[in-house]
């Protein structure tokens, strides 16, 4: 149900590490009743949702909750809120109510259902989504007014609801059934009954998703819902609700008061110790540093201990010559000592990491920074990277390979076909240079005249491409130069609009 779409407005392309928390406190919710969701905004404001119409709410990031009036005695379910004012409870009875004004008051909204909603999930103010029992799937693109229902297979429940962006989505339910939702047309993208039942769902990417439920199961997909594989929970305890605060850590939550957690894109699960043993259905992460958990008898747990030492926004590798320049950001930084770059062979069987450097973190510092490597005067071949994050305390984590390879130099001044050709609007120019030399790459049209000027500088030995952007030409033929120390190459290429 909970999902990392809104954390990814603020942090695209994460790659974070975090070590996540093994200390959970319990919070006085003010009710009995269980909870079955819980979701927030941002590291303050959040909502919690359960039996018997129950709503709290908290406004300083899960320390206090207080009652809302829902008007209902409905079983709530699922909840999300798009911001403090705005959002969905769905549960019991084909039962959706909103709000907005941060849950002071609630209306309720017609789905056209009589039967159960597990779950529900708003892209924006205006387009939505649910699910339920009967293989049901909702759909409003008017906030809620009205809704659209397509029924799947009566025989079975879709308990969960999760959106990596505004178009890209999953559902899961009983069976392990799987539901892929693009531009918001849904379509079954695991079709068999002979999977466990699912109860959570964390969309990461368009292609990268994973679910969890009976008998302590994670599966993950990553190539859009096609293939699911298991992941090694560690656990046969019933998993409710699954979150991921990035493509590699993620807290999952279950049955007698299991609480799991992986840092590594779910390789590696270890249990954490809740305190509890009631069953847990909902997790959230509001920030970088706390945890909420929601489940039966109004048991409200937080942690402040998920720490968050680097906040990594990108990490690339890319070969120039026989040098490998590695690039990452960070947003922010808690008690960073620095990263150690471990560099691995493609072709080594032992699967060996080597120390190619070290630099320096920032400490502690909630602006974003730029780091850079260069692992120089490396042999032809492919290699991984990964950084090994430090803190000061001792404590590391590691982060998502990279890959880069080196080829050998050129022997010859080449310049290839450009791909695709005929092209529309734009082609890859690549070519080769056997020594440094002062380069130009030029683009003329059929009576000589220069259209645009692709590379102009001191270029080493080595393989290079350029983009060439045609949009704002016509149709017809077009030639590249390539001039290096009196050499001359010419390529011919055709521009069909």
Known sequence: ???????????????????????????????????????????????????????????????????QTSGTLTDFLG????????????????????????????????????TTIEDVFFTDASNGYAVGRDGKFLKTTDGGSTWSITTFNTGEWFQCISFSDANHGFAAGFYGRVLRIVNGVASLAR???????????????????????????????????????????????????IMFVDANNGIAVGSSGKIIATTNGGANWSTQTSGVAVDLWGVWCPDGSTGIVAGNGGTILRSTNISLPVELTSFTASAEQNNIELKWNTATEVNNFGFEVERRVK????????????VEGNGTINTPKEYS???????????????????????????????????????????????????????????????????????????????????????EA??????????RLSSGIYFARLGSNGKQALMKMALMK
């Open 79 to 114: 909840v999300h809120f798009i911001d403090v004012n705005t959002g969905w409870v769905v549960g019991g009875s084909g039962k959706i109510f909103s709000t907005t004004d941060g849950g002071a008051t609630w209306s309720s909204q017609t789905s056209g259902l009589s």
């Open 462 to 471: 080595g393989s290079y491409s350029a983009h060439f952007d045609g949009s």
């Open 347 to 358: 072709d080594d069987g032992h699967l060996r990491w080597f120390k190619a450097g070290f």
């Open 191 to 241: 079709s068999s009954f002979s999977n466990p039942h699912m109860y959570g769902v964390a969309a990461i990417d368009p292609s990268t998703a994973f679910i969890c439920g009976a008998s302590g199961t994670i599966q993950k997909t990553t190539d859009g819902g096609t293939t699911w594989i298991s992941q090694t929970s560690g656990t046969t305890s019933t998993l409710f609700e």
């Open 373 to 459: 490597f260069s692992d120089s005067k490396v042999n032809a071949g492919t290699y991984f990277y990964r950084l090994k994050q430090l803190d000061r305390d001792g404590k590391f984590s590691y982060s998502q390979e990279v890959e880069a390879t080196i080829t050998s130099i050129p022997k010859e001044f080449v310049l290839a076909q450009n791909y695709p050709n005929p092209f529309n609007p734009s082609t890859v120019i690549s070519y080769q240079l056997p020594m440094t030399n002062h380069i130009t790459l030029k683009v003329y049209d059929a009576i000589g005249r220069e259209v645009a000027t692709l590379v102009n500088e001191v270029k």
């Open 1 to 67: 149900m909970k999902n990392i779409f809104f954390l990814f407005l603020l942090f695209i392309s994460t790659v974070v590490n975090i070590s996540l928390s093994q200390t959970w406190s319990a919070q006085a919710s003010g009710t009995s009743f269980d909870l079955r969701a819980v979701h927030f905004v941002n590291s303050s404001i959040g909502t919690a949702v359960g039996y018997s119409g129950t709503i709290r709410r908290t406004t300083d990031g899960g320390v206090t909750w207080s009652t």
